[in-house]
């Protein structure tokens, strides 16, 4: 399956501070699917990115899908509390998913 | 009702035994799919099926086993718990008629193999 990389596992931020990750592939990508999952949940859908260059919102998220399909980012303006949990990009080939490892947002009151 | 339902939520076994855990839903879905999650490993694709006829490995099938009962249903089974099959369980469904393809999860299954 595509893999994908999010670098770092964990990041802490400060309510009300902008937070950014970004999702890198080696290889182009068909598409790529933003879940969030919050602490002691299931991971839940967030949107799906499909063209080269589209960009998404959502509320205080913004996703985008990179030039060449090999990169994406999620960008969450003025984090809250409610942010936090594991944010996971995902590949998607032939329909089936490979999840990486994702990266979990704490958020400091 | 969820729209995913899995059963048991919570399941403790011994080494060796042959557990069962069961996914169902409710929301028409062709795709069916079982992931395990584990402490800093994300989630895992054990094993997914694009229909009832379709049963296919992913990349972690080894030790387990799977049955699509029908189009709502897909359960896996362990034939021989170890415990390092210790995880969370998911199962998630998706459709292939429509233009996204997003998974919805069910709630999961804690396994503990002791």
């Known amino acids: 399956g595509q893999q994908v990389m999010q670098i770092p596992q964990y990041q802490h931020v400060q309510e009300g501070e902008d937070f950014t990750t970004y999702c890198n592939s080696s290889?182009?990508?068909?598409?790529i699917q933003w879940y969030k999952q919050r602490p002691g949940g299931h991971p839940v859908f967030l949107i799906q990115?499909?063209?080269?260059?589209e960009v998404k919102k959502q509320k205080r998220l913004t996703f985008q899908f990179g030039e060449a399909k090999k990169n994406s980012s999620l960008h969450i303006t003025a984090t809250q509390t409610t942010d936090v949990g594991t944010y996971f990009c995902?590949?998607?080939?032939?329909?089936?998913?490979?999840f990486g490892k994702g990266i979990t947002l704490s958020v400091r009151p | 009702d969820a729209d995913v339902t899995q059963t048991p939520r919570n399941r403790i076994t011994k080494t060796g035994k042959r557990i069962m855990l069961e996914c169902s839903q409710t929301?028409?879905?062709?795709?069916m799919y079982w992931y395990r999650q584990d402490p800093g490993l994300g989630l895992r694709l054990i094993y997914y099926?694009?229909?009832?006829?379709?049963?296919n490995k992913g990349e972690i099938s080894d030790g387990y086993s799977v049955s699509r009962q029908a189009q709502a249903k897909f359960s896996l089974s362990l034939e021989s718990a170890i415990p390092n099959q210790t995880a969370l369980y998911f199962c998630?469904?998706?459709?292939?008629?429509?233009?996204?393809?997003?998974?919805?999860f069910g709630s999961g299954t804690r396994l503990t193999v002791v």
């Open positions: 998630a469904t998706s459709d292939s008629q429509t233009g996204s393809y997003g998974y919805t």
């Open positions: 990115l499909v063209k080269s260059g």
């Open positions: 099926s694009f229909d009832v006829k379709d049963i």
């Open positions: 290889t182009t990508l068909s598409n």
């Open positions: 995902v590949a998607g080939a032939n329909s089936k998913l490979t």
């Open positions: 929301k028409g879905h062709d795709r």
